[in-house]
């Protein structure tokens, strides 16, 4: 079946029809085909045309040439799978608007100025020629100089650009962590508090086990128990109060990490938004040499821009660069380079600040709103990850629940689904939304 109107190439109409046909059963195996003289006759078409279409199917292995034959299905649908067809059409469908949006899903649009970024986007994408390249499969240039100069000025980070590798995320930069480090390692971390990590680490037949942790964070301790190779810290929430860890602590995990010969995987996640105090400087700026510090954008700046940066010790580096001829590079070129002339610019460090101040608000707000709609509840304050977990005095029916929330327009952290405990993350909502959702919250519980 042809249609001289159409705009496809006419051999390729013919291409088309007779896979389908084979395909559908139409055809089956050695049926024998039009020969090129025939079906061209019969659809008024050149030899050439016919010749194109054919020879196409029998690069692809649907029908073959026989000498002095003729041409014949060459291969068998009869038995094979049923296709699976979508009933639903999807292409219109839009993501699901919450009037009330307590997830981790995404960032208060008033701190990020889109069109700053769009205009250094748009600035990469000019000059074409960044773009007909692969890019460096340890991370663009550009971007590990402004990142090394960024990490040095708001976390401490002590490094060089050469010791600095890019990925596509936080997990992305793990994976390749893992590979330098070897497998069937023994992890000590604290429990629920990174699940990616936990899948990579098992990916790589690693025997995770869980610290004790007091007030303060890790205990040397429950590391002595467990003496693991590596250690994963968040030092920004830790502890059994989620606070930031002290140096005395960090220097204790340190001290431990050289002696037992263990590195620390550090994640500093959102490290640069605490705004309650002045940020402690990283665990990395203590000791450069058995440290593996992890930064991230992804609430920095914007969800979508899936960059993350990892700092390696110079052993781990000779490593990577023993096997870089067999890496590609895991992050987008334009947006790495992108990022590198926001950093420059300076527009980071403001947006930053405007940050700061935004979530300060926002989370005195949640924390207000819960302390007046779940009196007497505990409560777990997280700083940098932006959300409050809030303890209900007594277990509820979450099915249930979930499902009047939904109903409403409100959503919840999705990592907290206890019957137990509830999760407001104040990253995304506007902070006049905030009183009523968890108000809402609060009512629905009550009547359920």
Do not use: C
């Given at each position: 079946m042809i249609d001289k109107n159409d705009r496809k190439p006419l051999y390729r109409q013919i291409y088309h029809s007779v896979r389908q046909a084979i395909e559908n059963g139409s055809l089956r195996i050695n049926d024998r085909l039009p020969s090129i003289r025939a079906l061209s006759g019969s659809l008024s078409l050149s030899k050439t045309t016919v010749i194109a279409a054919y020879d196409q199917l029998c690069a692809e292995?649907?029908?073959?040439?026989?000498?002095?034959?003729?041409?014949?299905?060459?291969?068998?649908?009869?038995?094979?799978?049923?296709?699976?067809?979508?009933?639903?059409?999807?292409?219109?469908?839009?993501?699901?608007?919450?009037?009330?949006?307590?997830?981790?899903?995404?960032?208060?649009?008033?701190?990020?100025?889109?069109?700053?970024?769009?205009?250094?986007?748009?600035?990469?994408?000019?000059?074409?020629?960044?773009?007909?390249?692969?890019?460096?499969?340890?991370?663009?240039?550009?971007?590990?100089?402004?990142?090394?100069?960024?990490?040095?000025?708001i976390r401490s980070v002590n490094s060089n650009m050469s010791?600095?590798?890019?990925?596509?995320?936080?997990?992305?930069?793990?994976?390749?962590?893992c590979s330098l480090l070897g497998i069937k390692k023994r992890v000590a971390m604290q429990k629920s508090s990174f699940?990616?990590?936990?899948?990579?680490?098992?990916?790589?037949?690693?025997?995770?086990?869980?610290?004790?942790?007091?007030?303060?964070?890790?205990?040397?301790?429950?590391?002595?128990?467990?003496?693991?190779?590596?250690?994963?810290?968040?030092?920004?929430?830790?502890?059994?109060?989620?606070?930031?860890?002290?140096?005395?602590?960090?220097?204790?995990?340190?001290?431990?990490?050289?002696?037992?010969?263990?590195?620390?995987?550090e994640d500093d996640f959102n490290g640069e938004l605490r705004y309650s105090s002045h940020p402690i400087p990283c665990v990395q700026y203590y000791d450069?040499?058995?440290?593996?510090?992890?930064?991230?954008?992804?609430?920095?700046l914007l969800p979508s821009v899936r960059i993350s940066y990892m700092v390696l010790p110079d052993r781990l580096m000779k490593e990577f660069y023993v096997h870089k001829p067999q890496i590609n590079q895991?992050?987008?070129?334009?947006?790495?380079?992108?990022?590198?002339?926001?950093?420059?610019?300076?527009?980071?460090?403001?947006?930053?600040?405007?940050?700061r101040r935004v979530y300060l608000e926002k989370s005195r707000q949640t924390l207000e709103s819960i302390n007046n709609y779940f009196p007497g509840a505990e409560q777990k304050f997280n700083e940098t990850a932006m959300f409050v977990a809030v303890r209900l005095n007594s277990p509820v029916d979450r099915t249930a629940i979930d499902k009047k929330l939904e109903e409403n327009g409100i959503r919840l952290m999705s990592s907290i689904k206890s019957d137990r405990e509830l999760g407001f993350c104040f990253s995304g909502i506007p902070v006049k939304k905030i009183d009523e959702g968890v108000r809402l919250v609060s009512e629905i519980i009550s009547e359920l």
């Open positions: 292995g649907y029908i073959s040439n026989r000498p002095k034959s003729g041409y014949f299905v060459a291969a068998d649908f009869e038995n094979r799978p049923m296709l699976a067809e979508s009933s639903n059409d999807y292409s219109n469908k839009e993501n699901k608007y919450y009037e009330y949006d307590f997830s981790t899903k995404s960032i208060d649009s008033s701190v990020i100025d889109l069109a700053v970024w769009r205009k250094e986007i748009k600035n990469i994408i000019n000059r074409s020629y960044l773009l007909t390249s692969y890019g460096d499969a340890q991370g663009e240039e550009a971007l590990r100089h402004a990142l090394q100069k960024y990490a040095l000025g010791n600095i590798i890019v990925g596509a995320g936080t997990q992305a930069v793990l994976y390749l962590l699940v990616q990590s936990e899948f990579v680490f098992r990916s790589f037949g690693y025997e995770i086990s869980y610290f004790e942790s007091d007030e303060y964070g890790v205990t040397v301790s429950s590391l002595e128990k467990i003496k693991p190779d590596i250690i994963l810290v968040n030092p920004n929430f830790s502890g059994n109060r989620g606070i930031n860890m002290p140096v005395t602590r960090r220097l204790e995990i340190i001290s431990w990490a050289a002696d037992n010969d263990a590195y620390i995987i450069p040499e058995h440290t593996v510090y992890i930064g991230s954008f992804s609430k920095v895991i992050a987008s070129k334009t947006e790495q380079l992108a990022l590198a002339g926001y950093l420059n610019s300076g527009k980071m460090d403001s947006h930053i600040r405007r940050a």
